[in-house]
């Protein structure tokens, strides 16, 4: 890897987790669907709020969209890097440390960080068209 391209990962939150999970051996890294129903349901509703702001063409809506995607991306984000502090102290083997939650949580939050980020993506997909 040269310098460029391991800046690049070590800048990305996204990344960095993914780099993580290869380094803890952990190559089933996030859950494939949604199980959280408090998660499942925010999703459902962003969704259809970013519907109805296609819809009408509201931008101001979209951008209030945008700027509440991206203040929980950075939440989320945050909460990500404290869950993998525990595993990363306890290579080669963190399931040799009692986080198996912590695994639980390490895969959750990363992938409600993917879901994020592709949210944020189809928003800014919306605000090129309009």
């Given at each position: 890897m040269d310098i460029n391209q391991a800046y690049r990962v070590l800048r990305d939150p996204a990344s960095r987790a993914?780099?993580?999970?290869e380094l803890l051996g952990l190559h089933e890294v996030a859950e494939r669907t949604v199980t959280d129903p408090a998660l499942l349901s925010e999703?459902?509703?962003?969704?259809?709020?970013?519907?109805?702001?296609?819809?009408?063409?509201?931008?101001s809506h979209l951008l209030a969209l945008k700027?509440?995607?991206?203040?929980?991306e950075r939440q989320v984000e945050a909460a990500l890097g404290e869950a993998f502090r525990p595993l990363v102290e306890h290579m080669p083997d963190p399931t040799a440390h009692a986080a198996g939650a912590g695994l639980d949580t390490v895969r959750r939050l990363y992938g409600e960080l993917k879901y994020l980020r592709r949210f944020g993506e189809e928003v800014a997909a919306i605000e090129d068209e309009m």
């Open positions: 993914e780099v993580l999970f999703m459902l509703e962003q969704r259809e709020l970013l519907d109805g702001a296609r819809r009408e063409k509201d931008k700027d509440k995607n991206r203040e929980r």
